[in-house]
């Protein structure tokens, strides 16, 4: 972002930052009744979604983020994965949570990389705990944090930690996220949070965001999610998207044959039907072949739940985030189903995998 885009940001925005002011996911915003309206094929979103606002916006500059530094716009313009997150004051939305409680199985607070987002943070993890009875994710930016830090999130009702890795490669993480990128986030610090979270919260309380399609190799990307794996840490998949604007609007998706590949190559390996050494790949460095028993590859994809969107569940157990459109948009494919996809979509995913 140009600093004639940061001097030229309304005044009003000033006075609407965290933490009395957060912004929400535009299906948050249904949700406790700010906006109107219905999404395609009635999904649901179980998560209410916030996110830190700041008039200076988000210090990192990654290369496909929607707040990016370098994106044009004031910050509380921008949107983020593509859709609007309206601004509103914390307690009016602490309050409408507690008014719609019965629809909110799960709170995320997702941080940007700013000087006071971990004090703020605080402030508003506090607000929520203080009124709202449901679980709290806490999805952070790594490199505000370090062991002390994790623990008081802990302490204050934490119970998820999310980390946005979302490259699966040391080269991509530089390329779009580090120094290559002009930012200032590092790949052995996001590991290094991710392994001292899992340390403090536990098996399986820690996830991973991780992105197909921005640089790195098939390969990669199933290391990365054994290695997760083998430190009991959640992988959430996502498919880039381009965002209108940023430094990587005019780079192709992946395909979907390979987002599904990697997303039934990630659903077995994580019940041990899949050794890393079974995934064959071709001469481009592609999923060719997954060597396991036909009867687990046939029941992996007739229940669909390899293509099932990640994300954490509320207190039942069931998935609370969805995430709706977060990696594609209305009346497309879905890349990954916010709910048990039908017959029909499990046929249709046959054929997108291609095998
Ligand atoms: S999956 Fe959803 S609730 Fe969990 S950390 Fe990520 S954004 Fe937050």
């Known amino acids: 972002m140009s600093t004639t885009a940061v001097d030229q940001t309304p005044s009003v925005e ?15 915003a249904m949700v406790l009744g700010v906006r109107p309206g219905r999404f395609y094929r009635d999904v649901r979103l179980h998560c209410i979604n916030l996110l830190l606002t700041y008039a200076d916006g988000c210090n990192a500059n990654c290369a496909y983020c929607g707040l990016s530094r370098r994106r044009a716009g004031g910050y509380g313009e921008r949107s983020f994965i593509r859709v609007d997150w309206p601004t509103l004051p914390t307690d009016e939305v602490v309050a409408r949570m507690e008014r719609y409680s019965a629809a909110v199985a799960r709170v995320c607070v997702s941080m940007v990389s700013h000087r006071r987002a971990y004090e703020d943070t605080v402030d508003i993890i506090r607000r929520i705990h203080s009124r709202v009875d449901a679980p709290i994710s806490a999805l952070i930016a790594a490199n505000l944090f370090d062991r002390d830090r994790l623990t008081e999130f802990r302490q204050l009702g934490v119970d998820t930690i999310g980390v946005g890795l979302d490259a699966t490669s040391e080269t991509a993480f530089e390329r779009t996220r580090g120094r290559r990128a002009r930012g200032p986030l590092s790949w052995r610090q996001y590991w290094q949070t991710i392994e001292e979270a899992r340390q403090i919260f536990g098996p399986f309380k820690v996830n991973a965001h991780v992105m197909v399609g921005i640089g790195e190799t098939d390969r990669q990307f199933v290391d990365v999610i054994a290695r997760l794996q083998e430190m009991e840490v959640n992988a959430y998949l996502f498919s880039f998207y381009p965002e209108v604007d940023s430094p990587m609007a005019r780079r192709r998706r992946p395909s979907l044959r390979r987002f599904r590949r990697l997303q039934l190559a990630k659903y077995l390996l994580q019940r041990g039907c899949l050794g890393v050494g079974d995934v064959v790949y071709d001469e481009a460095g592609r999923i060719h072949r997954l060597d396991v028993l036909p009867s687990s590859m046939e029941q992996a994809i007739a229940s669909g739940e390899p293509f099932l969107t990640g994300g954490c569940a509320g207190k039942d157990g069931s998935l609370a985030c ?31 995998l291609g095998w």
């Open 14 to 28: 000033m006075s609407r930052e965290s933490p009395d002011h957060v912004r929400i996911s535009l299906a948050a």
């Open 322 to 352: 969805t995430r709706p459109f977060g990696s594609y948009r209305p009346g497309e494919p879905f890349r990954d189903f916010p709910f048990q996809p039908t017959g029909e979509d499990v046929a249709r995913v046959r054929r997108e």
